[in-house]
């Protein structure tokens, strides 16, 4: 039971960071530059996306705390890559990100997917340390 609820904190924490980085991305494109912060009108929505993103950063973290608390590293680690395939295809797939979709770059998302797979589909070492 243990190792679903650390799956499941992992699963959160890639979630999180996902749309965080999502969230960055579509402020940071809709914000001055920092040497015109000053002089050029701000986005208030931007402001606000760019706080909940780092909110969704530290919700991330404390996601993967919890999760390293259940699933071994090895496994844990390898599901932080999702986040890489899951943020490509988001922003490739989503117009307001105007990123360009590729077969190449959608072949690299297909072989961490895999890789993901391959790591997590063989059963888990039984853990030695003896739960208090």
């Keep these: 039971m243990s190792l679903r609820r650390g799956l499941a904190f992992a699963l ?3 979630l999180l960071g996902s749309a965080a980085q999502l969230g960055m991305r579509w402020s940071m494109t809709r914000l001055p530059p920092p040497e015109q ?7 208030p929505s931007a402001v606000v996306v760019v706080l909940l993103a780092i909110l969704a950063y530290a919700l991330s973290m404390l ?9 071994p ?12 395939a899951l943020v490509y295809l988001l922003a490739a797939a989503l117009p307001a990100f ?3 979709f590729s077969l190449f770059k959608s072949l690299g998302v297909a072989l961490v997917i895999l890789g993901v797979v391959t790591i997590n589909s063989r ?3 039984s853990n030695l340390r003896s739960d208090l």
């Design 12 to 14: 959160g924490s890639v």
């Design 37 to 43: 912060m000053l002089d050029a009108p701000i986005d």
């Design 123 to 125: 059963p888990a070492a």
């Design 98 to 100: 105007n990123e360009d």
């Design 73 to 84: 590293l090895g496994r844990a680690y390898s599901l932080l890559s999702i986040s890489y």
């Design 63 to 71: 996601s993967w705390l919890a999760a390293l608390r259940d699933v």
